[in-house]
């Protein structure tokens, strides 16, 4: 079998050649421009890299709390129960939403902008309003709100991590730590309001279902003082001075009892001052407010989570990644280099041909 030549495709192969080898020999002649080039571009690269604002990280790693962080909250609960409050009006204690609580209020944006401004991160001060504009302070808070962040490992765990960017491996330790602060201060402060809050309803009711039964009961007195008075002149007119047995009275006065028996309840009646006397649930209802006045439910102090690794000192930046960057800026200027040779020799190759 002959092989069949091809003239045509041995001379484009020739042509590609040739053409490659001119490039590489103008690339050569020119290296030192090329090399010139990417040496401004990677000493620019340097000089981003060390000048720009670095970016580190603190991480801490929480769970949900334990025992020991919730104890004297949990205290507080039980004897509120213990004092016949419903514990459906409890469940926001229960460390599962002390917990959830402290992870949405950590990512709450207005949280974080209020921190920024009381720490000083933002400058909201008069001059600084005056020269830029609010918006121009609304983009600085969202790109720094966006350094603050908790987020789950998974959607299984309930351990979650805490993180905080900062200029220096120390500041976002600092700011972490006290960010953390800031927000567990802000749980207590609403727990114990809520609290506060259960505990005052509570005896608020009590104290209004007290006075209540007092009303009703001042009232029985009055109207069983009126039907004695009634019964002891109808037994005086009956002439029934003494008890009398098996009398068939379906009437709603006492004559049976005998004038002098109705004339001595009618005084114990009129003497009565103590509404707690005639009616025992009173004394159960005071009981119950006492035992909840003497509850102690203020500064009830508690920690929204336990720590599994608390804030650390990052080791290394976020931003800028150095070596990257110069590595980058480096091959950059040598292909802007390279090109920039092509292009000049590209035209004036076009200007000895024309």
């Known amino acids: 079998?002959?092989?069949?030549?091809?003239?045509?495709?041995?001379?484009?192969?020739?042509?590609?050649?040739?053409?490659?080898?001119?490039?590489?020999?103008?690339?050569?002649?020119?290296?030192?421009?090329?090399?010139?080039?990417?040496?401004?571009?990677?000493?620019?690269?340097?000089?981003?890299?060390?000048?720009?604002?670095?970016?580190?990280?603190?991480?801490?790693?929480?769970?949900?709390?334990?025992?020991?962080?919730?104890?004297?909250?949990?205290?507080?609960?039980?004897?509120?129960?213990?004092?016949?409050?419903?514990?459906?009006s409890l469940s926001s204690f229960e460390k599962e939403v002390i917990f959830k609580d402290f992870i949405k209020s950590f990512n709450s944006a207005d949280n974080k902008v209020n921190f920024l401004i009381s720490e000083g991160i933002v400058d909201t001060s008069q001059n600084l309003q005056q020269n830029d504009s609010a918006q121009n302070q609304k983009v600085q808070l969202k790109k720094l709100t966006k350094n603050i962040d908790a987020r789950a490992l998974d959607k299984l765990s309930d351990e979650v991590t805490l993180?905080?960017?900062?200029?220096?491996?120390?500041?976002?330790?600092?700011?972490?730590?006290?960010?953390?602060?800031?927000?567990?201060a802000k749980q207590v402060e609403a727990k114990n309001?809520?609290?506060?809050?259960?505990?005052?309803?509570?005896?608020?009711?009590?104290?209004?279902?007290?006075k209540?039964?007092?009303?009703?009961?001042?009232?029985?007195?009055?109207?069983?003082?009126?039907?004695?008075?009634?019964?002891?002149?109808?037994?005086?007119?009956?002439?029934?001075?003494?008890?009398v047995e098996n009398l068939n009275n379906r009437d709603v006065f006492y004559i049976e009892l005998g004038s002098k028996a109705l004339a001595e309840k009618l005084e114990v009646l009129r003497s009565m001052k103590d509404p707690e006397v005639m009616n025992p649930e009173l004394s159960s209802l005071r009981l119950q407010i006492n035992s909840l006045k003497s509850l102690d439910i203020k500064?009830?102090?508690?920690?929204?989570?336990?720590?599994?690794?608390?804030?650390?000192?990052?080791?290394?930046?976020?931003?800028p990644r150095r070596p990257l960057i110069i590595i980058l800026s480096t091959l950059l200027g040598g292909i802007f280099g390279a090109g920039l040779v092509l292009i000049r020799h590209s035209f004036k190759y076009r200007r000895q041909g024309i």
Not at 36 to 42: F, G, H, K, R, Y
Not at 163 to 184: H, N, R, V
Not at 217 to 237: F, H, M, N, P, V
């Open 1 to 88: 079998m002959t092989s069949v030549s091809h003239p045509e495709r041995e001379t484009l192969n020739a042509s590609v050649s040739l053409d490659l080898n001119a490039i590489i020999l103008v690339l050569w002649k020119n290296k030192i421009t090329i090399f010139l080039i990417t040496l401004v571009s990677c000493i620019l690269g340097v000089i981003y890299a060390y000048t720009a604002v670095q970016v580190w990280t603190s991480q801490a790693l929480i769970d949900q709390p334990a025992s020991k962080e919730i104890n004297h909250l949990r205290l507080v609960v039980n004897k509120l129960v213990n004092n016949n409050i419903e514990p459906k």
């Open 163 to 184: 993180s905080f960017s900062g200029a220096t491996s120390g500041e976002a330790k600092l700011w972490l730590e006290k960010y953390i602060a800031f927000i567990q």
């Open 193 to 210: 309001n809520e609290l506060y809050s259960i505990w005052q309803n509570r005896i608020k009711t009590l104290d209004a279902q007290y």
């Open 212 to 243: 209540s039964v007092v009303a009703d009961t001042l009232q029985r007195q009055k109207d069983e003082i009126i039907r004695t008075g009634y019964s002891l002149k109808i037994s005086k007119a009956a002439g029934l001075d003494k008890p």
């Open 299 to 319: 500064n009830v102090l508690f920690q929204s989570f336990s720590y599994l690794s608390s804030p650390d000192e990052p080791i290394s930046r976020d931003k």
